[in-house]
């Protein structure tokens, strides 16, 4: 069973760095597709950016492209999100998701199966 533990969240300033990590405790984490998704507050939730289980891609929300960089470390059934040049508009609680299929529609929530709590990522202008 897939079970996501997103952390690495936290308060920081206007064209700061972060870098969020998600890590999945069953054994086919190399098998998933991986993407992060976030959700501000009184907004839906919104893609930003997928790796395929080989490491393809990856696909980036054009909101994020340039300064987000998203990888994984399949021997550490990790996934993560390096954010830099952060803007208050990525204020948002981020997601990690793992889907079984990696399709044209990797950027809607409902091509993933299993998702993460979420962690807080605040910034500070």
């Known amino acids: 069973q897939v079970q996501l533990v997103e952390s690495g969240g936290g308060l920081v300033q206007t064209g700061g760095s972060r870098r969020l990590s998600c890590a999945d405790s069953g054994r086919t984490f190399s098998t998933y597709t991986m993407a992060w998704f976030r959700q501000a507050p009184g907004k839906e939730r919104e893609f930003v950016a997928a790796?395929?289980?080989?490491?393809?891609?990856?696909f980036y929300a054009e909101s994020v492209k340039g300064r987000f960089t998203i990888s994984r470390d399949n021997a550490k059934d990790t996934v993560f999100l390096q954010m830099n040049s952060l803007k208050p508009e990525d204020t948002a609680v981020y997601y990690c998701a793992a889907g079984l299929f990696f399709s044209s529609h990797y950027y809607r929530v409902d091509g993933y199966d299993y998702w993460g709590q979420g962690t807080q990522v605040t910034v500070s202008s």
């Open positions: 790796i395929t289980r080989s490491g393809a891609g990856p």
